[in-house]
């Protein structure tokens, strides 16, 4: 049984700039991650206290799926599959510091890479299939690949998967929502071309 | 009393910033009014974090979880019992 | 979707430095946890399995320079080799290389030794092991809280029901760091006394280290007697990040998923390996799903008695001692287990004991309020 699965839409945050699918929605010159974040938060007329308490890669991964499924109705067995390269090593390094005088319980849970899969499962009620994946670089084959065996397998009817990393303030994030209505087909290729493809427009970041 | 007084707008602050309650002031919380639950909405790990906070800023150890869901009741439950076991 | 044929595996941990040794000691009711001081990082004592390094260095030195590889890489090499050694016609180029790992080389955050500082990146420890063997893809990196080695099983399943995959290597391994110490200790999460799964007196977790290795195909080997992976699901419980749902609704859920897959139902479950971390909220929320599963008769055992939690490694570790007891129809029992302190009957092994064994269930679960269960068959 061959299906095709289409890339419904997508979402990037970088150096500053938001943007879903080609349109560049918020775009900010501020270099400090909080403020940053909370800016988009406010952008997105978030309400969610909870927000505020998340490490950075939880903002990230939160911000990114409210844009993402803000504009569709989320099937409920929407898998979650993201990588990174860093892990969690920017709350990792903040738990250490802490370490030294006294260990902080809310740094600690952080200091997981998927405790994200777990913050956006919480505020999209989803209780689907989780994978956190980390490797050297963006890896299109093993996400299209793993999306691949859960959609075809029944075991999902969408799939949010992506890049979601953040090291000594550098952010890099890019999530899609996988699906079987059609659109951009979900390739390899696709995945490379979104995720490499430039900014149309230098951001005004100096 | 006034010395209490202090103390409990002296946690009202701790607690928003350790706790990273964003968008509210010490006058938001009201001494009687719960922390956790239905009131303030903190939750276990928080709890866990003001158990730091007691060590950290009063020296005073906790080590059984079941006390401290009565310390934590309230702003004025926490401020009593700081008054009555802080050494520092 | 394709079965998943698990073929050879081996154990690094305080009870050996082979599967065989892990068996024995697990049948002789031995532990690897022991009382350990580190009052430079927390007050109390408290009980651990940890890998003794000298112990470590003598066996790795017959297969590298022990100076050039972190303790964690040289348990997991020499997992790994123990398995090519038994392997040789297995081709490197073709087998997929998947790591599972919660924190990998974190203690290099607090001793780096004479390591580059990117030796802290889980994709460095991955290049490690993939280079000194010669595995020729690049690894494939499972970091997913306390279910990755299990994870990790599924996914060479998954990625082999889609002719990705044909052999993989599913690699597991996690340190007792002083990270992690710290970590558990300031989540009050630890026990003072080695940990008591599903007992009234149960106060939390041991920790343990260890690194294991499993050896996959998705074909089925000419000799009888094989365990196969037929169903797999992971479910998250949208509930709370550190916390267990207290109905154990994503556990549940995973259960339910896997047995449907496998087309079989909870009462031809013949043994069920539990997490068991002995938290108190941990062993109560699996008791709630295990009973709305209908599992509550079924014999189950946690194994974190022998081997404390070994974090990413442990739900690898005990489907590879799942393997053995469908394989031996020997149930092992459930070690320093009490009276039953969990809110729902469960029908806890107490004593070893033949039985025949044709259908096991894994469960795990982790923070992040992940969930995992893998149902075998034997054939």
Redesign the interface.
Known sequence: MQQDFYIKNWVKIKNGKVSNSEKVIFNSSETDLSIFFKAVYNFLELKYPKFHKMDGLSKLGILGAEILFREHKISPDTALILSNNASSLETDRQFHESISSFASPTLFVYTLPNIVLGEISIKFKLQSENAFFVSDSFNAELLKNYSESLLTSGKSSEVLCGWLDLENGEYDVFLCLVSPEINMPFSEENLKKLYFAENEKPTSRT | MLKMKNLQAELKESIIEQ?????MKPGDIENDEPLFGDGL?L????A??L??LL??DYGIKL?D?AQSREIFGSINSMAEFIEANRTQ | MKKLYLLDDAIISPLGFSTKENIKAIQEGRSGLQLQQKPETIETSFYAGVIEESLLNAAFVGIGDIKKYTKLEKMMLLAVQQILAKNKDLDLNETALIIATTKGNINLLKDPGNFPENRLKLSELGQVIANFFGFAQTPIIVSNACISGGLGIAVARRLGGIGKIKNALVVGGDLVSDFVVSGFNSFQALSQEACKPFSKDRNGISLGEAATAMLVSTDKPESSGNIALIGDATVNDANHISGPSRTGEGLYQSIQKALKEAKISANEIDFLSAHGTATIYNDEMESMAFHRSSLQNTPLNSLKGYYGHTLGASALIESIITKHTMLNNELYSSKNFGELGVSKSLTIIQENQNMEINYALKTASGFGGCNLALVFKKE
């Not at chain 2, 706790?19 to 968008?23: A, G, Q, R, S, Y």
């Not at chain 2, 939750?43 to 928080?46: A, E, K, L």
């Open positions: 706790l990273n309650l964003e968008d909405g939750d276990s790990i928080d866990l974090e158990i730091v060590e950290k080590t979880p």
